[in-house]
């Protein structure tokens, strides 16, 4: 008997299309069902969330990205980050809880099982194998809210930036829960921008990060293109591609799960933000 093809789960032309993209878009790789699943998962975590004290935000200027206690202990945990402007100008939540969280991270996949069964999948363990992935881990997870009216803009970056491995191999997985459009704040990408190398690193020593800049090269915002998605849509990312989104000032959320895939095979370096005190899993 032989192996099954791991290629197979993707054509030709989609590996040649990610390899000169740096990006691949697959409508329909969630079903609806599965969609609407993890989102009430996500809703049935927010609401078990008591803030206290907690006041982490998630920044969207990179450089000034608040690396608090509570980020860098996220790494395997399950850490819920505000929008920006959920807060008035004396420091209280503008609204409910609910209506003011940018984002749960970054062990999802590993601490819960809706989660977890979301992010181990057959097609997705084949997917990924397709990309010549070896020896693949599940390194981090996101919920992305993109909040109606505040859902704050996620400046132009690299996820390698974040996430550096030696060699550098970084798989984004961003799977679309609700149809994403330019007026809920899209992902828009920069083709074949993968190529050019990585401009930054955000870099950790201790308890202290910093962001070292590479090149200063500012990117070519004219070259981004939207990728207008429907739900259900999962959009492939090379670690290298320059990538964001736009504020969401419509009504409309714009909910989004993220998985971020390195190669066991590469080392991981002390000085990624994201420790963990138990090694990343892979599918199984
Ligand atoms: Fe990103």
Not at 147 to 170: K, M, N, S, W
Request: proline letters at 6%.
């Amino acid at each position: 008997m032989t192996e099954p093809d791991a290629r197979a789960a993707l054509t030709a032309a989609q590996r040649a299309a990610f390899a000169a993209d740096g990006f691949l878009v697959l409508p329909g790789f969630v079903d609806p069902a599965a969609c609407d699943a993890l989102r009430a998962r996500a809703d049935a975590l927010v609401a078990g969330f008591d803030p206290g004290s907690t006041r982490s935000i998630f920044t969207t200027d990179e450089q000034a990205r608040r690396t608090d206690d509570y980020f860098l202990d996220s790494a395997d945990r399950v850490g819920f980050f505000f929008e920006e402007e959920a807060f008035d100008a004396a420091g209280a939540l503008r609204g409910p809880v609910a209506g003011s969280i940018n984002k749960i991270g970054h062990a999802l996949h590993d601490r819960d099982p809706v989660f977890d069964a979301f992010s181990r999948t057959p097609a997705l363990a084949g997917l990924v194998a397709a990309l010549d992935v070896d020896d693949p881990r599940l390194i981090q997870s996101m919920y992305i809210f993109k909040q109606p009216f505040i859902g704050g803009e996620v400046r132009c970056h690299q996820d390698a930036t974040f996430l550096h491995t030696e060699p550098d191999r970084l798989i984004g997985l961003w799977f679309a829960l609700e149809d994403a459009g330019q007026d809920n704040g899209c992902l828009w990408a920069l083709p074949g921008g993968h190529r050019g190398g990585l401009r930054a690193r955000f870099v950790r020593t201790g308890r202290a990060t910093r962001m070292d800049v590479l090149d200063p090269t500012p990117w070519d915002d004219a070259g981004l293109v939207p990728l207008e998605v429907g739900k259900g849509t999962l959009v492939v990312l090379d670690g290298h591609l320059p990538h964001g989104s736009r504020a969401n000032r419509s009504p409309a959320s714009r909910h989004a799960y993220t998985l971020h895939v390195v190669s066991g095979a590469s080392a991981y370096p002390s000085s990624n933000w994201l420790q963990r005190a138990t090694p990343a899993r892979g599918f199984v």
